[in-house]
């Protein structure tokens, strides 16, 4: 059973475009965050929810909107895709109040062209 | 900002030899310190961790050192196999805060036969 899973696995779009990823983990967490991986593997958190409620939300722009219906999932938004956009997309999630141990996801290959 | 780890190094070890990897971390408020390892095309996977208020804790095959003094992790990897080829992070948190993971840039681990 996969615990964290991400869709789509690959994304290749235009400059300009709308899309969304999103993120679902089965592991019971209340807390799930977006990561993001440039391509010299630096991994740089983005934002994180608990129980629906955002709780980080680091200095990205305001064109990349997480949405989480349920604490089970995590989506992201990313309005008008840039160049400077393509990297790798990790979900992870967490119990609070248990192991500090963040488990990750896939991972959603973004490329802009 | 703060800053954990060096620019992303390579390291590479024959088969069945000891690997260490080393760490530095410039936060001294963070008390709570993973290992994760990254393989190719997959999310990072936890292999151990260890809180502030201990020097040294040993998993199978995998032992993490603390030296809080200097600010240095190092996760030495007993009889290292060809799977252990992987990319290899640190990631430091201050408990209490949401659990901001701030990762390492990474240590490249090569296998040699």
């Known amino acids: 059973d996969t615990a964290v899973s991400q869709t789509p696995k690959y994304l290749v779009t235009q400059m300009g475009n709308d899309k969304s990823i999103k993120c679902e983990q089965n592991l019971g967490h209340d807390t799930m965050y977006w990561y993001k991986q440039d391509s010299k593997k630096f991994l740089k958190i983005m934002f994180s929810?608990?129980?629906?409620?955002?709780?980080i939300n680091e200095t990205v722009p305001n064109r990349f909107s997480p949405k989480s219906p349920d604490k089970a999932h995590l989506n992201l938004h990313i309005n008008s895709l840039e160049l400077g956009d393509s990297a790798v997309y990790f979900c992870?999630?967490?119990?609070?109040?248990?192991?500090?141990?963040?488990?990750f996801g896939p991972g959603t290959r973004l490329l802009v062209l | 900002g703060e800053s954990v780890g060096l620019h992303l190094p390579t390291l590479s070890v024959q088969e069945g030899d000891n690997s260490i990897i080393n760490c530095a971390y410039s936060?001294?408020?963070?008390?709570?310190f993973i290992w994760y390892k990254q393989e190719s095309g997959k999310g990072p996977q936890f292999i151990i961790d260890i809180r502030s208020n201990m020097d040294k804790r040993q998993g199978q095959r995998v032992t993490v050192l603390l030296n809080k003094t200097v600010k240095h992790l190092s996760l030495q990897i007993a009889a290292t196999q060809p799977g252990d080829s992987a990319v290899y992070f640190c990631a430091e948190i201050v408990t209490g805060t949401a659990s901001k993971l701030t990762f390492g840039t990474g240590t490249r681990l090569q296998v040699t036969l």
């Open positions: 929810y608990n129980n629906k409620e955002l709780i």
């Open positions: 992870a999630s967490r119990h609070t109040g248990g192991a500090e141990t963040q488990y």
């Open positions: 936060n001294s408020a963070s008390d709570y």
